[in-house]
């Protein structure tokens, strides 16, 4: 009998598909999981059976794009909520943790407070990035991209470097 949780409340009170916050599974490997749930209603509009299923965060599936795919050659996306939990991330021994303390990444705390787009910063790495955020709206999900500056500007630090030649050359 699962309908002490929250997400099977939350779906018989809404009426509506829901999303479970990431738990450690009790299976045997103790992953880090999620559930999905999706009510099922008769004829009268009544909730008949609620389908549901869950996705283990470290095993392949829709979310793992998000582990896996890369934006120019060393850029990554990832996915935390809104207490800092790593719910996706490239480096899978950063799932489920809260790493990134308050103060350390700026950008990050401005996320966490509703700030949608891309800046320049420092990761809680050390790494001078372009990150981008993107709150979802089914759930408090904040998806965001970070790609290195220096690959980033390198198409540009090439032109400068090019134009500088061309302009010493013709000033010869």
Aim: proline letters at 5%.
């Amino acid at each position: 009998d699962y309908s002490f949780r929250d997400y099977l409340k939350n779906t018989f009170a809404t009426k509506k598909p829901e999303i479970s916050d990431p738990y450690q599974s009790s299976q045997e490997h103790h992953h880090p999981a999620i559930v999905m749930t999706a009510p099922i209603f008769d004829a009268q509009g009544n909730i008949l059976a609620v389908l549901g299923g869950s996705l283990d965060l470290l095993q392949n599936h829709f979310l793992s794009i998000l582990t896996t795919g890369k934006i120019g050659k060393t850029g990554y996306l990832f996915l935390f909520d809104t207490n800092r939990t790593m719910i996706a991330h490239p480096d899978p021994t950063r799932i489920m943790q809260q790493d990134i303390p308050e103060g350390d990444n700026q950008l990050l705390d401005l996320a966490i407070k509703g700030f949608d787009g891309t800046e320049k910063t420092v990761n809680t790495r050390g790494l001078s990035v372009l990150t981008s955020f993107k709150h979802l709206t089914t759930k408090n999900w904040i998806l965001g991209a970070n790609f290195p500056t220096a690959e980033a500007y390198a198409p540009i630090v090439r032109l400068q470097i090019i134009f500088v030649c061309i302009s010493i050359l013709t000033l010869m």
